[in-house]
């Protein structure tokens, strides 16, 4: 059985086994993947494989969701002053492979300049990658959790694209953490609601399109999702037909949403297939592996990549710690 704290466990966990079994790829396309490497399956017979890197180190996709974190744990709650200070100490973790426009807005904020001019006009998925504690946090209250993830949001990146992916992903954990069973009509249907606002133009409309690139070749369909909302004059990486995530927020969220719905009950399967996606490996891996481990738990996780992963335990007791700061029944709020 699937035990409600597992799946805090497993959301965060999930976090940085993807990120870190994504770590190595970055860049590299899934044409260049399959063609060196094969199917990342075939590297990991027995443990975790670092496949050039430390085993198990992730990168700051991790790390800023370890910030979210203990600030929820530490002010009961967000407190957009209190994140502003732990994403300012993160400065001297020191960061590991930060995205230009999360670290320079946060660089800013360390020298006194406020939220509002400090963040970067980026769509990025810097937001994304690290608001799952969210979603946790305020499963319960879902407009709680919209303001809370908007506002996660604005403090590095102010883009339409950045703010509206960051309400998807911790919607996802929330709505995933609170389910037994999947209906993914209903599923979707949520997270387009969370996002239907004018503000965020197409967003929930290409949240329903999932269903179709779900009958789809999984390949065709990740090379049209990994481009997804690219305009020019960005390159759109759909292009190339060689398999590319986008690291423009709405790409990577996409793509991560299609790999869990690919296979909603086996983590192991849904991480590998984000990963092997090529593009922004890192971040896909760590969206795709919070959203899987908050639906089946830290026991779905093989054992030998959590016990690689660096830090495991702190994380998997950050988990914990959330899962006792909610106070209340949460077998009563279940699905």
Request: charged share 20%.
């Amino acid at each position: 059985m699937v035990t409600l704290r597992s799946k805090f466990e497993g959301t965060l966990v999930g976090t940085g086994i993807g990120d870190a079994l994504g770590r190595p790829f970055e860049g590299w396309s899934r044409l260049q993947i399959e063609s060196e490497v094969g199917r990342i399956s075939d590297l990991l017979p027995d443990s975790f494989s670092g496949y050039g890197y430390q085993a198990g180190q992730y990168t700051d996709d991790t790390q800023l969701t370890i910030a979210v974190a203990e600030s929820l744990i530490r002010k009961n709650g967000f407190d957009q002053n209190d994140l502003i200070d732990r994403f300012i100490e993160w400065l001297s973790e020191p960061p590991i492979g930060p995205g230009y426009g999360c670290i320079v807005a946060i660089q800013k904020l360390k020298r006194g300049e406020s939220w509002e001019t400090a963040a970067s006009d980026s769509g990025g998925n810097g937001t994304a990658m690290r608001v799952a504690p969210i979603g946790l946090f305020y499963h319960n209250d879902i407009p709680k959790l919209i303001e809370a993830a908007r506002m996660s949001s604005l403090i590095t990146h102010n883009h339409w694209a950045a703010t509206a992916s960051a309400i998807v992903v911790a919607r996802s954990v929330a709505y995933l953490f609170r389910c037994k069973t999947l209906d993914i009509n209903d599923f979707l249907n949520e997270l387009a609601i969370a996002v239907d606002k004018p503000e965020y133009i197409d967003f929930s409309e290409k949240i329903l399109q999932l269903k179709e690139f779900l009958k789809m070749d999984p390949k065709e369909a990740l090379i049209e999702l990994g481009g997804m909302g690219v305009e020019p004059p960005w390159p759109n990486p759909a292009e190339s037909r060689e398999g590319f995530i986008s690291g423009y927020a709405m790409s990577t969220t996409l793509s991560s949403l299609y790999c869990f719905l690919l296979s909603p009950t086996d983590f192991r399967k849904c991480v590998i297939e984000s990963v092997m996606s090529g593009g922004d490996t890192d971040s896909c891996g760590a969206i795709t592996g919070a959203i899987s481990g908050s639906y089946n738990g830290i026991g779905s996780i093989p054992a030998n990549w959590i016990k690689k992963l660096v830090k495991n335990e702190y994380i998997r007791q950050l988990g914990s710690k959330l899962f006792d700061l909610v106070g209340e029944d949460l077998n009563k709020h279940q699905k």
